[in-house]
Nanobody
């Protein structure tokens, strides 16, 4: 039905930057909210940033001022620009979105996750 393909993870030094991308494809009529979550080893999954279809954004306090979420509706893609990264940003980052299918049904979809490691 709907697939999310994430890219952009990897190893970055403290203070460095990475940009994550997540593209949705399939029988999509409309994409509603899109967001990024992360899960560090031994911790629960947490919201990093979220953007509504209208462009309103929400950020975790720990990333405010450093991360920026954006979306390209023509490509059904959400981005996460991560600057001034810290070792505590190390985690598997998951893309999440809610879409309305061509059938009219709404579904919540998760990406497969991409690992971000912040280390010198």
């Amino acid at each position: 039905q709907v697939q999310l393909v994430e890219s952009g993870g990897g190893l970055v030094q403290p203070g460095g930057s990475l940009r994550l991308s997540c593209a949705a494809s399939g029988s999509i009529y409309r994409v509603n909210h899109m967001g990024w979550y992360r899960q560090a080893p031994g911790k629960e999954r947490e919201l990093v940033a979220r953007i509504t279809s209208g462009g309103s954004t929400t950020y975790a306090n720990s990333v405010k001022g450093r991360f920026t979420i954006s979306r390209d509706d023509a490509k059904n893609t959400v981005y996460l620009q991560m600057n001034s990264q810290k070792p505590e940003d190390t985690a598997v980052y998951y893309c999440n979105t809610q879409v309305v299918l061509s059938s009219g049904r709404s579904v919540e979809v998760w990406g497969q996750g991409t690992l971000v490691t912040v280390s010198s």
